[in-house]
Each structure stands twice: as structure tokens, then as C-alpha cells.
């Protein structure tokens, strides 16, 4: 049974990360806009790589937060540091939606936008290992009902990002979108930013909260290091398997239909945003479900699903895109079984004191290489290669490798508190 106290973490925290993964989302959305914006002497292949290049970067940045988050929280409390994360990422966000074009200003437009990727990265490398380590300690019982919940609202992010990709499509002609409406989307991310942190100031300390004391180790991240290293490596395999998963078939999607395949879907974005939701209501049946004791037992049927349904979905998208409605429901689905079930064992894998530490270092590793690289690897390997299935390969590889973690998980997972 959920406490009124539980509730109320739920909504808060789930609110706080819902609007920061709309924030960090809204760019890789609207790249094929941001890329002639920031990009326009490069031909459209290589604008794009550019773009996804400065996505990329956010990417890097997330370790570096999750470092510097995680050692704050573990230290001194999760609650401070679960609140400013949201705060640098709204600031960031309205950075954004703030620079002028590449015409206005030359060279310096591309740089403000690494510059305020590179804060949007860092900010979200702390919000959600934040958020997995506060509520997974605040319903131990419910770890992985109360981390899918967190997935669930995470991913509302993204079908948010999608309507309003799709509100901005049917509201505003092409030109109207590249002279001013793509900074709308920015605005209001970073305006109900500044909500949530206000928000997020309100919320108390976790009761069992015990800090980490300088012993054996001086920071929380060297004990981590030293101590759970191969917990590391499983998380960190464990978030790029992923990471790979949403990237491939959502985040990069649209691009690659678009300037890859060349399609132009009436409806696409609205599709993916229910296509996403679905998805977002499957993190919290899955979630309830490895609470029952089938954490490693759904984690091991989601691999093998991937492995048999990853081509049949990128052969619809080149060779029946009058399908495409099929490929990204079944996309959804798997990508429930995916986020539904990893946040909590992850948070079995560290114990209490460096809770906030392993998980940052590891989830935000796995994201920095597979988050920010797929997108470029599958672009190269396009490129270069001429296969468009390329992005399929990207998947089975990360699929087989997260079977090779499924042997190490029985005796890690051993850290209930």
C-alpha cells in the first residue's frame, strides 16, 4: 500500500522528470530544423551529423553531473541536489530558445548551443539517478512499481516533446518554423522548469537517509570505484542496452525516416506520441512486475523479444512504411519491458551509502556512449556503407551484450536497503 507521503514523492519527482527529459529531448525532435539553423552551409547529410555532433556532446556532459550530483547526494542529502538539477536544466533550455541564427551572429550561434547542451547534459546526469535513488529508498517494498513510475512520467517527456513537435508542424508553415516558432518549444520547457523546481524545494529527506562518511575512501565515487566496479560495468552495459533501445527506434527515428529514407508521414508525430505513451504505461506494468521476484526472468524475455522483432521493425520502415504504425507500437512495447525493469536493478546493485554515486557514474556512462554516439554510428555506417538497415545491427549487438550481463546479475543484485 502507497503512503499519502510515497504519493506525493511520486508526483513531484515524476513531474520534475518529465519536464527535464521534455527539455533534453526537444533538440534531437527538432534536429532537422536546429541543423539548417545552425548549420546552413552544409550540405543536409553533414548538417545533420553536425547537429546530432553538438546532441552528442549533452551526452558527454551527463557523466560529469552524475559525478558531481551523486557525490553531493550521497554526502550531504538527496533532496537539495534533486532540486537544483531541474533548476540548470530549465536555465539551460531557456538558453536555447534564446540564441540567435547563425546568420545574426556567425560561429558564435553553434557554440552557445554546445555551450547549453553541455549544461543540459550535466543537469540531467544528476535528475535522473536522482530520482531513481530518491524513490526507489522511499519505497523500498515498491522499488520497481516506484522507478517505473519515474519511467512512465520520463517518457511522457518525450510524447510531450512530440506534440508539441506535432502542434508546431500543423500550427506554423516550414519558413514560420526556421524564422522563430522552434524556440517556442524551448520557452516552455524551460518555463515549466522553473515550476518544478519550485516545486522540488518543498519535498523532505529520505528518513534512512545515511550519509556517506570518509573511511576507507574519501569521496563516494573512489569507493565506488574500488569497492563496485563490476557493478559499474554491469550498469553501465545495463543503461547502454537502453539507451540504444530509445535512441534507435524514437529519438533518432524521425530523423531517419525523414532525411534518410526521405519519407514525409502525415501524422507521424502524433502516431509516436501514442505509440510513446503506451510505452510510458507498460514502464509501470513491468515495473509492478519485477517487484513479484522477475527482475532477471523479464530482463532476459526483453533481449530475446529484441533479437527477434529489431530487423522485422527497421525492414518495415524501409520496405513497407505503410506499416509503420505496426513497427512502432511493437517499438513501444519492448521499449516498456526495457525501462520498466532496468531503473530498479540498478538501484540493487549499490548499497545505500554510494546509492546515488554507482548509479550516476554508470547510467550516465552507458548514456554518453550509446545515448549520444548511436545517432552518429548509424549516420557513419549509412554513410559509408550503404546499408540502411544499420540501425538494427546497432540494437542486436547492444541486445546480445546486455545477455552476457544477465550471467554476472544474480550475485550482484543483493542490495535491498
Known sequence: MITKEQKRILSISSL???????????????????????????TPLNALLATFGTYAVGYFAR??????????????????TFAVSVLIMACATLGIGLIPSYESIGIWAPILLLVFRLLQGFSIGGEIPGAITYVSESMPEQRGFGTGIIFCFLLCGLVLGYIVEALLLTIFSHQQILDWAWRLPFFLGGFFGLIAYQLRKKLAEISRFAPFITGEAKT????????????????????????????????????????????????????????????????????????????I??????????????????????????????????????????????????????????????????????????????????????????????????????SLVCLLCLLFLPKLMIHKD
Open 16 to 42: 520534475g522528470g518529465l519536464l527535464e527529459f521534455y527539455d533534453f529531448i526537444i533538440y534531437a525532435l527538432l534536429a532537422g530544423y536546429i541543423s539548417t539553423i545552425f548549420f546552413p552551409n552544409a
Open 63 to 80: 557523466p560529469f553531473g552524475g559525478i558531481i550530483f551523486g557525490h553531493y547526494g550521497d554526502k550531504y542529502g538527496r533532496k537539495k
Open 220 to 295: 563516494p565515487l573512489t569507493y565506488v570505484v574500488k569497492n563496485h566496479w563490476r557493478e559499474v560495468i554491469v550498469a553501465t552495459l545495463l543503461t547502454s542496452f537502453g539507451a540504444t533501445v530509445i535512441v534507435i527506434f524514437f529519438l533518432f527515428l524521425p530523423a531517419y525516416l525523414g532525411k534518410i529514407l526521405r519519407y514525409s508521414i502525415e501524422g507521424f508525430a502524433w502516431t509516436s506520441s501514442i505509440a510513446m505513451f503506451a510505452a510510458a504505461l507498460l514502464c509501470v506494468v513491468f515495473g509492478r512486475a519485477s517487484d513479484k521476484g522477475g527482475r
Open 297 to 398: 526472468k523479464i530482463l532476459f524475455i526483453t533481449v530475446v523479444l529484441l533479437l527477434i522483432f529489431t530487423m522485422p521493425i527497421i525492414r518495415a520502415y524501409i520496405h513497407h512504411i505503410e506499416n509503420y504504425h505496426f513497427a512502432i507500437f511493437i517499438s513501444a512495447l519492448l521499449l516498456g519491458f526495457v525501462w520498466g525493469n532496468i531503473p530498479a536493478i540498478l538501484s540493487e546493485l549499490f548499497p545505500q551509502k554510494v546509492r546515488y554515486s554507482g548509479i550516476g557514474l554508470a547510467y550516465n556512462l552507458g548514456f554518453a556512449v550509446f545515448g549520444g554516439l548511436t545517432p552518429l554510428i548509424a549516420l557513419t555506417l549509412i554513410k559509408y556503407t550503404g546499408h540502411v538497415q544499420a540501425p538494427g545491427y546497432i540494437v542486436i549487438t547492444a
